[in-house]
Each structure stands twice: as C-alpha cells, then as structure tokens.
C-alpha cells in the first residue's frame, strides 16, 4: 500500500500526462525490480548500458529475468579468469 501512496503523492507534480505516463512506467518498473528481490538502481543501470540490445529483445530484459541475460558474460570472464592458459616452456 505505500508504494500506491507515494506513487499519488508523486504524481501531483507531473507536468503533462506523457510525464505521468513516464512516471508510472518508471515506478512499476522499479517496484516489480523489488518484488523479484533486485535491486532497482543496478537493473536501470543495466538497462542504460544494453540499450540497443533492450531494443531489439526487450523480453530478455524484464526484472524477473535480467540477470541471466547479464550473466552468461560475466561467467565466461570468471572462468577464463580461474583458468589461465599453462604456461609456455
């Protein structure tokens, strides 16, 4: 129920109501972030760095499925790390 209840106190000071469209978005986006146990500043972060790929499959970037879609990268870093190639002799 607070989250209804700052999202009406937020939404006396949009300007036009593409900006309360906007505002709306953003507040779902971030509250939905929050029911799937992530954190909202680190999902928009990742959403700005992929824009083009948010673009172009946007359903690999919903709040409840974004992190796989980051992590595989992530993984195949990490391994190469733990496994450095032998050395030469």
């Given at each position: 129920m607070k989250?209804?209840?700052?999202n009406r106190k937020n939404s006396?000071?949009?300007k036009t109501?593409?900006?309360?469209?906007?505002?709306?978005?953003?507040m779902s986006l971030i509250h939905t972030t929050e029911l799937m146990n992530a954190n909202p500043f680190n999902?928009?972060?990742?959403l700005l760095k992929h824009a083009k790929d948010v673009a172009r499959n946007p359903e690999?970037?919903?709040p409840?499925?974004?992190?796989?879609t980051v992590n595989p990268a992530r993984a195949t870093q990490s391994i190469a790390d733990?496994?450095?190639p032998p050395p030469s002799v």
């Open positions: 989250k209804a209840i700052l006396y000071f949009y109501a593409r900006g309360a469209h906007v505002g709306d978005m953003f999902y928009l972060t990742e690999r970037w919903m409840w499925n974004y992190r796989e733990r496994h450095p």
